[in-house]
């Protein structure tokens, strides 16, 4: 496998101190957390997905969620005080992020972009998130995002 990226989301957490493992596998286009689970023989459930998702008015925001659940956006939307939240076209979500969808992380992004994250992430001991680019995870302890990220914790996860 080739060499780990130096992208926005690894140059931030070295910045910040924060150990982390780089994790390299290859991309499937549309494959999403079960390919990296496979790929990497991990649990899919600690594979965190990070999705750009905008409320009614298209303001963004990043929800953080296990590789195996998915989103109440109707959930999210009451626990932020929203009318609607929907995913982002994926072309918005580029923008806003500055990463390719397939390769979003939630850290290091283009503009501040407010940060929700599942309240169960925090329970695993460790999780693999998107290095800023397709087919690279980090794996880091959770606990280590709110060094380097302002992570509003919701509960929001369907099974």
Known sequence: M??????????????AGIP???????????GG????????????????KTLVMEDEGASPLIILMHGDREVSTK?????????????????VANRHSGYLVGGTSPLGTRKALPVHAEATIFDLP??????????????LDPKDLDQVLTVHRVSVAIP
């Open 20 to 30: 982390f493992v780089e994790r390299l596998y290859r991309y499937e286009e549309h």
């Open 126 to 139: 460790r999780i693999y998130l998107n290095g800023g680019s397709r087919g690279f995870l980090v794996e």
């Open 75 to 91: 959930e999210l939307a009451r626990q932020i005080g929203a009318r609607s939240v929907q995913p982002c076209r994926p072309e």
């Open 2 to 15: 080739s060499k780990a990226p130096s992208t926005n989301a690894t140059r931030l957490l070295r910045q």
């Open 33 to 48: 957390t079960k390919v990296c689970a496979r790929e990497l023989a991990v649990d899919e459930h600690a594979v965190i």
